[in-house]
């Protein structure tokens, strides 16, 4: 879905553009409102929250301005003449201290009455799901942790049963990023030696974007990644496949990845290679994307990710293997796009 919606986009951006005309700016504002990545198309209990703290800001910000030109467009009507002091002194504690003061702590005190809301935690001793997600440059880490059974490790995409509360403990390895999934709930950082925690709750089925929101380094831009919220049926059935090596683990390609050092890096379940330092890869043909939510999921993207990474993704910390057999790269590509 997303991958459709990273190659929908570039057109069709375009063609609103260009028929938009004056109206562009308005049109664009609106759009804004609404699609994956948008905090005011809330989808979780706590962007439902964020979103109703937005519009109430919003209005309150749009009536102070009203009656400001209100106000100014009254004196502009007034013939000029003195006031007296008493009646400028009035004005003055009342337009100037009392409304401000009081329309400004009502929306403070509306704010700070939200808050517990939108940090909900989960007791510890209660069994629920929970998900480590630690930044990297320039990509997420992922480990759910069902109550009761092992880990299951994955990258670049996180999914979540709705209407079930799941928290997420989120970590970094090397320099402060920041989580965001604005369909869902408010942004949290990553910082190295600390483990924040997060809880959020999908409101209902949907594929969201979510993103680096703190300037990390040279690829901060193209940190994205994908999440996707399913019915807790699925969502089971889902896990317990990732718990499994892959079905399409075994032919020539994964010979091939071991065979050119992948394995140092990458983890592919099923197979010798072991590496932590890259993301797993052992579903990786199931993932919507590639690149941490930068690229659709094909197999020829996958073969141009490996011959030339830094040319996708600037600063990736993944050398370029663009020296090995093409007729290599594409076996290796093709392997791991099949595995599902
Ligand atoms: Cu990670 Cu910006």
Same mark, same amino acid.
């Given at each position: 879905m997303i991958a459709q919606h990273l190659e929908a986009k570039l057109p069709s951006a375009k063609r609103r553009f260009k028929s938009a005309g004056l109206y562009s700016p308005?049109?664009?504002?609106?759009?804004?409102?609404?699609?994956?990545?948008?905090?005011?198309?809330?989808?979780?209990?706590?962007?439902?929250a964020i979103a109703q703290l937005f519009w109430v800001m919003a209005a309150g910000g749009l009536l102070i301005w009203l009656s400001v030109v209100a106000v100014l467009l009254h004196g502009l009507r007034q013939k000029r003449s003195s006031v007296s002091e008493q009646d400028a002194s009035r004005l003055i504690f009342w337009g100037g201290a009392v409304f401000p003061a009081v329309t400004l702590i009502s929306l403070l005190g509306y704010a700070l009455w939200l808050m517990p809301s939108l940090r909900p935690f989960i007791d510890a001793g209660e069994p629920a799901l929970r998900i480590e997600v630690t930044g990297k440059q320039y990509w997420w880490r992922v480990v759910y942790h069902p109550p009761g059974r092992e880990p299951v490790v994955s990258a670049n995409e996180i999914r979540l049963p709705v209407g079930e509360r799941v928290e997420?403990?989120?970590?970094?390895?090397?320099?402060?990023?920041?989580?965001? $999934?604005?369909?869902?709930? &408010?942004?949290?950082?990553?910082?190295? /030696?600390?483990?924040? *925690?997060?809880? %959020?709750?999908?409101?209902?089925?949907?594929?969201?974007r979510g993103s680096c929101a703190e300037y990390c380094g040279t690829s901060h831009a193209l940190m994205a990644f994908v999440a996707?919220?399913?019915?807790?049926?699925?969502?089971a059935a889902w896990l317990a496949a990732r718990a499994a090596p892959s079905p399409g683990v075994a032919g020539e390609?994964?010979?091939?990845? $071991?065979?050119?050092?992948? &394995?140092?890096?990458?983890?592919?379940? /099923?197979?010798?290679? *072991?590496?932590? %330092?890259?993301?797993?890869?052992?579903h990786l043909g199931s993932r919507?994307?590639?690149?941490?939510?930068?690229?659709?999921n094909t197999k020829e993207n996958i073969a141009r990710f490996i011959a030339d990474p830094d040319k996708i993704k600037p600063g990736v910390q993944m050398p370029a293997f663009g020296m090995l057999p093409s007729d290599d790269i594409g076996?290796?590509?093709?392997?791991?796009?099949?595995?599902?």
């Open positions: 308005l049109i664009l504002a609106l759009g804004g409102c609404s699609g994956i990545q948008s905090a005011l198309d809330p989808s979780g209990e706590e962007s439902y997420l403990t989120l970590k970094s390895d090397d320099v402060i990023h920041s989580f965001w $999934i604005p369909a869902l709930g &408010g942004k949290m950082d990553m910082i190295p /030696g600390r483990d924040n *925690r997060l809880s %959020l709750l999908a409101a209902k089925p949907g594929t969201f996707v919220a399913t019915p807790s049926r699925d969502f390609g994964a010979e091939l990845f $071991i065979r050119h050092g992948c &394995g140092a890096c990458h983890a592919v379940a /099923g197979t010798g290679a *072991r590496g932590a %330092l890259g993301p797993d890869l052992s919507e994307t590639l690149g941490a939510g930068i690229l659709p076996a290796i590509a093709t392997w791991l796009k099949g595995l599902e």
